[in-house]
């Protein structure tokens, strides 16, 4: 056999076997068969981006199964037979849109329009598996897909418009003829399936695939092949955490292995084929978790449905999953932990001796796998009165894999142990599977108080957790295997009060809901008029062209940076020989292959390092090669040498130790006499905050396309500033900037990180063109990005604050020290963050001092709000602070020093029309928040170990008109009427194409839909400052209405001349009067003084709930009130709200980043270690409201910015769960403390800071 045969969207591939064996589908559907909508870019199904839907027949079935996968991870090969519907195929707008597409594009689900394929595809593969869904289907099914930018809720409303229960309006179930759009080609219904199932026997390379269709065939190809390294694939899910195991010589896709699907019940247990999908196990579990003896299934269920994502379950088998415990011991397997206990066990096949073993699974998970196929797991029935529970705690609510993960299996009668318990661990280390010594302990024990805390601290004292900088602390693993196993104890005990049986229970996450209230302007309308954006359909079929979309050039070569692995260090060497040396690997540039290394402020500082590496991960130069996955390769073999290894200064504590501050940088703000005011305060509070970094997590990773053109370089750039990149791509080649010509399509989501960071790729991918006279697309993997370019710096604050009896607040002094990273460029951020430090406090006296401080790191960016996240952390923690040592409740503290109009700010603005006070008293009115004081306050003296906080957090954000403005060119059509708008701000995700539209629909008094919004184009938009800052979208739209004004102008004489022309008539006839139909205007606007043209303010109330033996958390509900003025685009401006704010929760409370102390490489550069928030760490009841009547009269047609202000907000959500545990310390030792902030505050922070102890226990 030579080929491969497959249908996409209902027409057949033929692949002839000559593609590598490792090819993904997702790696076929964009660089084969052109189908560009469907996305990718982690590679490590963590994202889901890339989902498309497979239908086959399984091997044990007649019916055809359609489910949903990640294309990045399922290898091409394996789908033969198979029928795969993508994005585009299932609906477009050629053909129409499917009603997921529309229903996504209506609800506002959609931003950059990266994460939208990959969630529509879930979605078409859900409503397959069950066309009848409910809301809580629809949360559970979303836990693999990220979304950077709208905080996941019109997404989920989205959705759930499908489902039968939820309250949505416009809800409608999806017709069944939606379902199955593709026909089999061949009968011309929908497909049969027949076409899957035929055994394979390809060699491409010299490696070759296999696919039985019996254990027998199985067997044969094992043992001819027993002297070759042998890799049996099922969904190949494991290779997402995995990645360097192969290559292989020998791949067997176990997928029509019959032997290995099937499903028995007999009369002591239950037996599955090993080869039974994740997902398959839930309906088997769910199936049988009523029968005598098997209700134990149920807490599996639970379990199992939150181990990796559903697009992993749908694809990865129980085999597989155990058999990655079988080659990484000390892999936290979830599905190990929880059969282990329940006293499972496995048939394992010997293909040299053709015998079935059946073995426990602690004899599975030590036995050599090699020659050997895993055939079955048996499942026991378990007697009446034996306790089953089993738990994950993990780092975020889902697709994450366990801290710690423990199943306890306990005969127990009247409080009597029965025997022997089963108490099983993972992510412990390798070898600590049982804890045997609690086991031998508790066995045929009497549950008493003292029995419970024995058994805590056994259990303790026998955990050895390994210690890695990537692993939770060991304190932290061994507190909670000991408040595991108390929760469980305590179960069994039944205790009566409710108090203590809080700890017993597990946090329960119910249906989230939201909630929007605006003001729509009708008057103006398009323009202040709710309205999804108009590329949202496009987005939502994968037709909208992002940079790596676009199709290959001839003769492209694709780039690959070498990264530094030292991070302080000197180059000897680098030798790229044995690199270049690779078959299709053309070229290797370095610094010295540069015309200019170095760069002029503002850009990036040097494209590669020369001499002096400055930190690990730094770009040392660049291979470029014919394939993605040859440079890939070639990377690997460039040697570098270093002359002189030094450590690197990876912490501010560091930093300041070696006196690495940059001195000159150092700024201090004095406000009123602070020196004085220390001397009349009646109580002075001092403590520290701080905060680690955040990585941007665009969905689109940076990227740049660099084309020789006949006269200079064509670029094609995913960037918020094009005209840094041009500055830096023409600069390392020596050229004028009109040698480059630059392009930027689209970009899938930038928050910061596009603007400068950019400028590394623009210069990279044009050097590389430039010197090889081949186009050169150089495009970032996950972790070459998160290694090398910059993120948000961490900060250090230490503070003092001196305050009266009566709460209001008198002096502050901040001592703040930021972590520029290697290079003092991004200093300025503390300028900003000083001068929002006051949040929206007033305070007479003030002294706040920034630092800026050096270490081996790349240096830090912008990320969403640079200046405001830090100030609001560290603003918001001292009035917390303040109001505990006044025993007041925060909220109340604060409302009592927020600004009054007309007083004057921290850093001298008149606040004019401050509305933080009214925005304040509606929040507190609409939220309820007197009477949800009361009821936490009753909660939590009703539960000791879960425990609820609610605070009030503020932003005032102020918005700088800085730069040059931006431009945009507006051309009328005279023949129809249509129009065109081009201008120089970078449509991201924010709505800004919309809002220009919008705007100069409104000028010229025609339709939206008569509008199109062109990409940014270097040939007529040129010279535009960065789209950044949150004032992009206004400014681009006051250009293009001050063009469309123009024009109207201009075509007056000719409305006056024929007063009844319709638009179109009007048009053909201004262009019949020879009327120039193309206008261009530059908005100039000026800059405030000082600094700051108006505030946005905005307000939040955030409650949270805490286990206090674990530490997760929920959100229960956030309330947010926002003075948008009159918001140009309400849904827009909404989406804006909440995509930040989730980013915010993010970065206070999940996405810790962490470096090897050793070498200053980040160990957090993929999705199994770094985690952004996902569809179930947002609020459960989010409710969000714009303030009606309160036009801002500095801001752009009385509007004001909304991009970043909200995530200062989701600091609410750290201080909440703070006070959470602060209260359960009070309860557990009557102490009042205030414990330091520190973000992001994780559940093993958060579980920490409770200082739990056998002592505390009670029953
Ligand atoms: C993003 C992500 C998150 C995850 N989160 C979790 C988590 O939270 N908890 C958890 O427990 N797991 C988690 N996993 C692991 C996941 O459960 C496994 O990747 C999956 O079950 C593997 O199944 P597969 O069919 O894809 O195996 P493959 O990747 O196809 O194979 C894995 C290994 O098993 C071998 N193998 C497969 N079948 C057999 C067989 N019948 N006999 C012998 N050897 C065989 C293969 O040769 C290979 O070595 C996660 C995975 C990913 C990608
Ligand atoms: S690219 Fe496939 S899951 Fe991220
Ligand atoms: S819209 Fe989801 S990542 Fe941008």
Redesign the pocket.
């Given at each position: 056999m030579t080929d491969i045969r497959f249908h996409i969207n209902g027409k057949e591939h033929i692949v002839p076997g000559n593609l590598p064996l490792t090819t993904s589908l997702n790696e076929y559907l964009r660089e084969q068969a052109g189908l560009n909508g469907t996305k990718v870019m982690c590679k490590?199904?963590?994202c889901g981006c890339c989902a498309v839907t497979v239908t086959n027949l399984p091997a044990d079935s007649k019916t055809l199964e359609t489910y949903s996968v990640q294309s990045c991870?399922t290898p091409l090969y394996a789908v033969d037979g198979w029928q795969i519907s993508t994005v585009e195929g299932i609906g477009n707008q050629s053909e129409g849109f499917h009603p997921i597409q529309e229903r996504i594009a209506k609800f506002n689900g959609t931003q950059c329009g990266y994460c939208t394929p990959g969630m529509v595809m879930n979605m078409y593969g859900l409503l397959h598996q069950k066309a009848h869904i409910t809301a809580q289907d629809v949360e559970d099914s979303f836990d693999g897909n990220i979304c950077r930018c709208t905080g996941y809720r019109p997404i989920l409303d989205a959705m759930k418009s499908f489902s039968e229960d939820a309250h949505i309006p416009g809800r409608k179930s999806i017709d069944i003829e939606d379902l199955n759009k593709n026909l089999c080609p061949k009968t011309g219904e929908t497909c049969p399936g027949t076409c899957s199932g035929r055994s394979l026997d390809l060699k491409v390379n010299g490696a070759c695939w296999y696919r039985p269709t019996s254990l027998e065939e199985l067997c044969n190809v094992m043992k001819v092949n027993n002297d070759k390294k042998i890799?049996?694939?099922?969904?190949?899910?494991?290779?997402?955490?995995f990645k360097n195991e192969g290559p292989f010589e020998i791949y067997v896709d176990?997928h029509q292995v019959k032997e290995?699907f099937w499903f028995e019940t007999l009369e002591t247990d239950v037996k599955l084929g090993?080869?039974t999908t994740?997902t398959h196990f839930l309906k088997r579990l769910r199936g049988h978790q009523e029968k005598p003896g098997f209700k134990y299934f149920s807490q599996i269920h639970k379990h199992i449905k939150?181990?990796?994502?559903v697009m992993?379950r749908n694809?990865?088998?129980?085999?597989?999953?155990l058999?990655?415990k079988n080659?990484h011991n000390e892999f936290?397997?979830?599905?190990f932990t929880t059969l282990e206990a329940a006293g499972a066990n496995v048939e394992v096949f010997d293909v040299k001796t053709s015998e079935k073993q059946t073995i426990s699974l602690l004899d599975f998970v030590k036995l050599n796998?090699r020659n050997?196929?895993?055939?079955a797991v048996i499942l026991p029935r378990l007697a009446e009165g034996i306790v089953y529970r089993s738990f994950?705690i993990t780092p975020r609510w889902q697709?994450?894999?366990?801290y710690v993960n423990a199943a306890f299996k306990i005969p127990v009668e009247e409080q009597v142990i029965q025997g022997r318990p089963s108490i099983v661990l993972g992510g412990i280390n390798a070898d600590m599977i049982h804890a045997t010594k609690t086991e031998d302990f508790l066995t045929n024990k009497s549950l008493s108080l003292a029995v419970v805390k024995e058994a805590y601290c056994i259990l303790r004292d026998e955990l050895v957790p390994t210690e890695s900088p990537l692993e939770s602390s060991s304190k932290y693993r061994k507190d909670l295997a000991g408040g595991l196993l108390y929760k469980v104890l305590l179960g069994i005990c039944n205790s009566k009060s409710q108090r203590l049986q809080s700890g017993s229970e597990n946090l329960h996450r119910p249906v989230s809901s939201g909630l929007q209230t605006y003001q729509e302007m009708k008057s103006e309308f398009p323009l202040k008029h709710a309205m999804p954006k108009k590329t949202s359909p496009l987005q939502a079929s994968g037709e909208a062209v992002f940079v790596n979309d676009m199709p290959k050039f001839q003769h492209e070569l694709f780039a690959a940076f070498v990264l530094a692995d030292e991070g302080s260090a000197t180059i000897e060497s680098i030798d790229a020989s044995q690199a270049l040396a690779i078959p299709g690997v053309t070229h290797f540039f370095s610094a010295k292959d540069a015309q200019h290394n170095e760069f002029p402020s503002p850009l990036a500082p040097r494209l590669f390092a020369s001499k002096e590496v400055l930190y690990n991960g730094e770009p040392l130069g660049m291979i470029l090669a014919e394939t993605p996955a040859l440079a890939k390769e070639a990377i690997q073999k460039v040697k570098v040498t270093y002359s002189e290894i030094r450590s690197p200064i990876l912490t501010i504590e560091d930093s300041l130790a070696q006196n690495k501050e940059f001195v000159n940088r150092r700024k201090t703000n004095v406000v009123g006499n602070p020196d004085d005011a220390w001397k009349s305060v009646d109580q002075i509070v001092e403590g520290t905050v701080s905060m680690g970094s955040q990585y941007h997590f665009y969905m689109e990773t940076q990227v740049c396309l660099a084309v020789p053109s006949e006269d200079g370089i064509d670029l094609y750039a995913s960037t918020q500033n094009s005209d840094n990149c041009q500055a830096a791509a023409s600069h390392v080649i020596d050229q004028p900037m009109n040698y480059v010509n630059i392009t930027v399509p689209r970009v899938g989501g930038g928050f910061g990180g596009k603007s400068l960071d950019s400028c590394t790729l623009a210069a990279g991918s044009t050097l590389g063109a430039y010197l090889s006279k081949r186009p050169v697309r150089l495009s970032m993997d996950l972790s070459t990005n998160i290694r090398s370019l910059g993120k948000r710096p961490p900060y250090k604050a230490t503070y003092k604050a001196g305050f009266n009896k009566d709460g209001k607040v008198q002096v502050i002094e901040i001592d703040m020290m930021m972590d520029v990273g290697y290079h003092e460029g991004s200093s300025y951020f503390t300028v900003y963050s000083l001068s929002y430090m006051d949040m929206c406090y007033y305070v007479p006296n003030w002294k706040v001092t920034g630092r800026s401080m050096m270490t081996n790191k790349r240096f830090m960016v912008a990320v969403r709000a640079p200046g405001s996240v830090p100030a609001a952390l560290i603003c918001e923690s001292i009035f917390e602070h303040v109001a505990r040592a006044l025993n007041k409740h925060p909220i109340l503290l604060k409302e009592l020093n927020l600004y009054e109009p007309d007083q004057t700010d921290l850093s001298g603005h008149v606040l004019k029309n401050c509305t933080v006070r009214e925005l304040w008293r509606r929040l507190k009115d609409t939220a309820e928040v007197d009477a949800r004081i009361r009821q936490v306050d009753a909660f939590n003296q009703e539960n000791l170990w879960k425990k609820r906080g609610i605070t009030m957090t503020t932003c005032k954000y102020g918005m700088i008109y800085f730069g040059s403005g931006h431009g945009a060119t507006v051309t009328i059509f005279a023949r129809d009427g249509s129009v065109q708008v081009s201008q120089g701000g970078v449509e991201m995700g924010q709505g800004l194409y919309t809002k220009v539209a919008q705007g100069v629909a409104h000028i010229l008094g025609v339709p939206i839909e008569n509008i199109k919004v062109r990409p940014n184009q270097g040939i007529i938009s040129p010279n535009n400052i960065v789209s950044g800052g949150s004032i992009a979208s206004e400014s681009s739209m006051q250009a293009a209405i001050g063009a469309a004004e123009i024009l109207k102008e201009r075509m007056q004489p000719i409305r006056e001349k024929f007063p009844d022309a319709d638009w179109k008539e009007l048009c053909q006839k201004s262009g019949a009067s020879k009327v120039d139909l193309t206008a261009r205007f530059l908005n100039k606007h000026e800059m405030g003084t000082p600094y700051c043209n108006y505030h946005t303010y905005c307000v939040a109330v955030t409650e949270t709930e805490v286990d206090i033996l674990t530490g997760e958390f929920q959100i229960r509900r956030v309330d947010i009130m926002a003075d948008y003025g009159e918001s140009l685009n309400p849904m827009i401006d909404v989406g804006q709200t909440e995509g930040g704010f989730v980013m915010g929760l993010g970065c206070f409370l999940t996405e810790d980043t962490l470096f090897d102390g050793k070498n200053g490489r980040i160990l957090t550069d993929g999705?199994?270690n770094y985690k952004p928030p996902t569809t179930k760490d947002i609020p459960i009841d989010w409710r969000i409201h714009l303030l009606p009547d309160t036009p801002n009269p500095s801001g752009v047609r009385s509007s004001k910015a909304t991009g970043e202000p909200s995530i200062a907000l989701s600091v609410g959500g750290l201080l909440a769960n703070k006070m959470a545990v602060e209260n359960a310390r009070k309860d557990l030792f009557d102490k009042d403390d205030f414990i330091p902030v520190v973000a992001p505050f994780t559940v093993e922070r958060t579980q920490q800071s409770v200082g739990l102890s056998e002592n505390l226990l009670t029953l």
């Open positions: 490590e199904a963590g991870l890799r049996l694939v099922f969904g190949n899910t494991s290779s997402g955490i176990l290995l090993a080869a994740l939150v181990v990796a994502n992993v694809s990865g088998c129980i085999a597989g999953n058999m990655i080659h936290p397997s979830d599905i796998m050997k196929v895993l055939i994950k697709n994450a894999h366990a999705t199994w």
